[in-house]
């Protein structure tokens, strides 16, 4: 199966950037929708991005337009999330997925759970 490592967050003051890297290792196979979730502190998960590591499209949560890019260097099993004019409410744990779907009808199924999950990074803007 996949495991997927997540890095690059950190504290960043408001305004700010960071990117966060998600490399998979592995079974890499059954990973063909990668996404990017976050959770803050006594909040649910959110979605905030997904790509389809075959054609590249790319799906975004509303907070996340404008603000953050999802990407992919398919040569390095390797997922990133550019984030941009960074907000004191984007501070939250970010944890990336691997889900073998259709990406644009994978969210709610990432959302129950489903597919494999990294163990987070901490990005903390204030």
């Known amino acids: 199966h996949v495991q997927l490592v997540e890095s690059g967050g950190g504290s960043v003051q408001a305004g700010g950037s960071l990117r966060l890297s998600c490399a998979a290792s592995?079974?890499?196979?059954?990973?063909?929708?990668m996404a990017w979730f976050r959770q803050a502190p006594g909040k649910e998960r959110e979605g905030a991005a997904r790509i389809a590591t075959g054609s590249g499209n790319t799906y975004y949560a509303d907070s996340a337009k404008g603000r953050f890019t999802i990407s992919q260097d398919n040569a390095k099993n390797t997922v990133y999330l550019q984030m941009n004019s960074l907000k004191p409410e984007d501070t939250a744990m970010y944890y990336c997925?691997?889900?073998?779907?259709?990406?644009?009808?994978?969210?709610?199924?990432?959302?129950?759970?489903?597919?494999?999950w990294g163990q987070g990074t901490q990005v903390t803007v204030s």
């Open positions: 997925a691997a889900l073998h779907s259709d990406c644009n009808l994978a969210l709610q199924l990432f959302e129950s759970g489903l597919g494999t």
């Open positions: 592995g079974y890499t196979y059954n990973r063909n929708c």
